[in-house]
């Protein structure tokens, strides 16, 4: 880390929340001491920061630093600026800030700045000379400051550009000093900076307007045909003065703009035009959007006038899924999408609401999907620091969203006592697991550790006397698709079944990990509790042939998965589980608690015909309901949208929402067939169970030691199966009816005698 020289400072008179302030410093390099050998540089800022180097963007980058828990962690990025600097020449380096999450809207109660109400920039570049010489610049009284040309910008609400005040050359030598005036020193600690280990956001792609038509009220709509997260870019010239104005929504209803699923949140832009060739592009905030309402666009809109700007954090994208069904191909799409949308810099539930928070259940059950999408580890990890230190100041409780906003406002009346919960806080333990699984790297599983333990230790102390944890508020199978919109709280599964049955998964897990890790003492004892919770589950929630408290889906769904039941019992309850899936016609019948697991428990207890009927239904609520629909990202709800096209009556509704969409694990490991053997996938299993009419399917993952493929097809002669195994590893092959068969490293090509439904 280096040596901090630098000072946080703000423009003078930065009174305005909704501007956007400039900050720059003139300088020149030493002479005498050769060329530059190296130049770094690093900023970071209370909000989010662009830089420039005359007048050039130093990066990529966007929405930088991002959102971190500002209380414990300000993140800085270091930037390789060698070949921008030359000695004898005059050099501009300018800060342009926005509100970001620091001082911008948060949560759905109206409130802003909860972490301070001064933006700030931050920035220290160190030169070294070829000699040795080292020349350090750094953000301090010396800088000027200058509104910009951005009159409001916010998240949730949009963003305000007035063109007549744009300077394009204030970063550049050319840049003249009207106006400009002086910074004032923040007060800020520099122990709060640590650096930026995940990606960063950037542009991904740009995806052009596919259709621009007139509303029934004679508005303007333009459709880019997938719901993204970003915002619009484009260059229009019109009369100086004349207001441009954007607003953006996921769906229509009525033939208009949808734009009640966005609560308060304003998701407008507006442009006021200098006259000249203006090119716009709101880059200090995000929408979720597919479809845009143009106002005062100058002449007639086309096309081609408009791009979406695609925007999340730059992960690398590992693994594929393909099959012959392609309503399923879309299923799988969409859930790659809700990836992309929904984990820009913080893994969010929903992009375009007033919320975007990240809640800790959405990633809890989404872990394994989104760890085979991409290569996720660093976007987690640096997220996961976030969770250890805000547990770590509230004696180990998991928040229900992470960075916690929520407890910087008032108490939240549908979520009394806020303490920890199943699902949401077991995410301390059961992502960091996720992640060994994918990536093998136990120096992170160790990292993690102490936030997996001080969750089950936290829960231990809640329980009932019974063993039971039932004793707190518990979200339990939320958003049943059998309960009322306005109540998703009111599932079918008891929520200590639920509750407790996650707590011995979670502490089976964190044993698991003592013993990786060399605890055998931790493992000892997170082996008895887990014990106790299980005889406690057993003891006061299923009777002696398996039945199951509450009788429903999701209680047999985590029974069986979890391994709460076992032998007669457990056979018993997958038979259960399947005639209660049955009996709801082959319909969802299962929440968040519920819904990742329940295709699993009927495959793993002999069931997989019943697993693809639910996964191949089309008939609302289903997986496949949204893509009759249209959808092009996974619902909050599975009837987000009505069948009739109006939008779900409830307030809370969401059109990306990627935790339904857990159901990719099970397309992956059963359907595809591929699964660790070992941690980090040094042994593989390849087991597709073919089913649900599929013909074929295939499935790909870039492990950390080469590219893992399977490939299915069934024919006249059985199933034709091929394989790819990455060099350094073997793979157990294990077909319906047949032996195991050890692969090693290469490709193979196997026929089995087999036929599938």
Known sequence: MPTWQATMIAADGDADRDGAPLLRRRFTLDDGHGEVARAVLHVTAQGVVETFLDGEAVSGDVLSPGWSSFEWRLRYRTHDVTASLSTGSEHVLGLALGNGWFRGRLGWNGGRAYYGEDLGGFAQLEVTFADGHVQ????????????????????????????????????????????????????????????????????????????????????????FGQNLVGWLRFTVRGEAGQVVTLRHAEVLEDGELGVRPLRTAKATDTFTLSGGDDVFEPTFTFHGFRYAEVDGWPGELREQDL????????????????????????LHRNVVWGTKGNFLDVPTDC????????????????????????????????????????????????????????????????????????????????????????????????????????????????????????????????????????????????????????LFRSLRTVADAARVLGHPG??????????????????????????????????????????????????????????????????????????????????????????????????????LYPVTMGATTVWERWDSMLPDGSINPGEMTSFNHYALGAVADWMHRVVAGLSPLEPGYRRSLVAPQPGGGLTWARGSLRTPHGNLAVRWERGDAGLVVDVEVPAGTTAVLRLPGEADRELPAGTHRVTAAVTAS
Not at 168 to 181: E, H, L, R, S, V
Not at 454 to 472: C, I, K, M, Y
């Open 522 to 623: 931790d493992a000892e004892r997170f082996d008895a509790a887990a014990a106790r919770v299980r005889t406690a589950f057993l003891e006061h929630y299923v009777d002696e042939q398996g039945l199951v408290l509450s009788d429903c889906a999701t209680a047999y769904a985590l029974a069986i998965e979890f391994g709460l039941l076992t032998g007669a019992q457990r056979e018993w309850a997958g038979q259960r589980l399947a005639e209660i899936v049955e009996k709801a016609g082959y319909r969802v019948s299962t929440g968040f608690a519920g819904t990742p697991y329940v295709t699993g428990a009927l495959s793993g207890t002999g069931h997989l015909d019943a697993a693809y009927r639910l996964l191949t239904e089309r008939e609302c609520p289903s997986w």
């Open 307 to 330: 791009e979406a700007v695609v925007v999340h954090s730059e992960l690398e994208r590992t693994g594929e899924f393909e099959c012959s069904d392609e309503m399923l191909n879309q």
């Open 136 to 223: 350090t610049l750094v953000t301090d009284g010396s800088w000027e400051s200058h509104a910009s040309a951005v009159t409001a910008n916010d998240l949730y609400d949009g963003q305000d550009v007035d063109a007549r005040l744009l300077d394009p050359a204030w970063a550049t030598t050319a840049g003249t000093g009207d106006g400009w005036g002086g910074v004032r020193a923040l007060e800020f600690d520099t122990a709060l900076l640590t650096e930026h280990v995940g990606p960063p956001v950037r542009r991904q792609e740009v995806l052009p307007a596919q259709r621009v038509w007139t509303s029934p009220s004679g508005r303007t709509l333009v459709d």
């Open 351 to 502: 992009p375009q609401r007033d919320e975007r928070l990240g809640w800790t259940g959405d990633l809890a059950v989404f872990a394994p999907t989104a760890a085979y999408l991409y290569d996720v580890e660093d976007f987690l990890r640096d997220w996961m620091r976030d969770l250890a230190a805000e547990q770590a100041a509230r004696d180990g409780l998991v928040a229900f969203v992470v960075p916690d906003v929520l407890k910087h406002v008032p108490p939240i009346g549908a979520f009394p006592d806020p303490d920890s919960t199943a699902v949401w806080s077991d995410v301390a333990v059961w992502l960091p697991w996720a992640l060994w699984e994918a990536y093998g790297r136990r120096e992170l599983l160790a990292e993690h550790y102490p936030a997996m333990t001080a969750h089950v230790e936290r829960v231990l102390t809640l329980l009932s006397p019974q063993g039971l944890w039932d004793t707190v508020f518990q979200f339990g199978d939320w958003l049943d698709p059998d309960a009322p919109p306005e109540r998703p709280a009111d599932a079918k599964a008891d929520k200590g079944v639920v509750a407790t049955a996650c």
